[in-house]
């Protein structure tokens, strides 16, 4: 059934043209932050967050306190989404902007897990003036596993995204 530009199809046979994908990971390689969302009493709550993503975009990371409302309510319920946008240019219409809304799911990382070194030097290497914060006792890394999402590369090209879509992309 159509409804205005919007088809009901599954994310299977959607194919993203070659454009829209490289578009895709310039988006994630390039964007700083994020709107992360987390549950608070069951409505939704936004935040903005510094995030890494591993070259295959099959996991984010994100260094936040462990006082913030979005730490505390990502400890009660793992359900989160990050909103990634391309940079507002100034062009007449912002809703052609691109942007991907990740569904997924939040875990804690302690310090001193393997893989905690080398994902703190990659961090420190896209936001260096965050040396700081790991002297405080109460920052921790979270990892942000996506499970799937929408992606708008601009009018009328919308596309529903999975994990793997994610790992696809990030060839690009």
């Known amino acids: 059934m ?10 299977n ?3 993203m043209d070659a454009q829209s994908e490289k578009l895709l990971a310039h988006i994630i390689r390039t964007a700083r932050v994020a709107a992360l969302a ?6 939704p709550q936004v935040s903005m967050v510094a995030y890494v993503a591993m070259a295959d975009f099959s996991l ?25 946008a391309e940079p507002d240019d100034g062009r ?12 997924a799911s939040a875990e804690m990382i302690q310090n001193g897990e393997p893989g905690y070194t080398p994902l703190k030097e990659m ?19 979270w990892r942000i596993k996506p499970k799937g999402g929408r992606y708008v590369a601009g009018f009328a090209k919308a596309y529903n995204i999975t994990a793997d879509t994610l790992r696809k992309v990030s060839a690009r």
């Open 123 to 141: 961090y420190l290497a896209r936001f260096p003036e965050a040396e700081q914060l790991f002297k405080l006792a109460d920052f921790n890394f």
């Open 92 to 103: 007449s219409d912002p809703q052609t902007l691109a942007r991907v809304s990740i569904r």
């Open 38 to 43: 987390t549950l608070r009493d069951e409505a």
């Open 60 to 84: 984010f990371y994100i260094l936040v306190s462990r006082l913030a409302q979005h730490t505390m309510e990502m400890q009660r319920d793992k359900r989160v989404a990050l909103l990634i």
């Open 2 to 11: 159509v409804c205005g530009w919007i088809t009901r199809r599954t994310a």
């Open 13 to 15: 046979e959607i194919n």
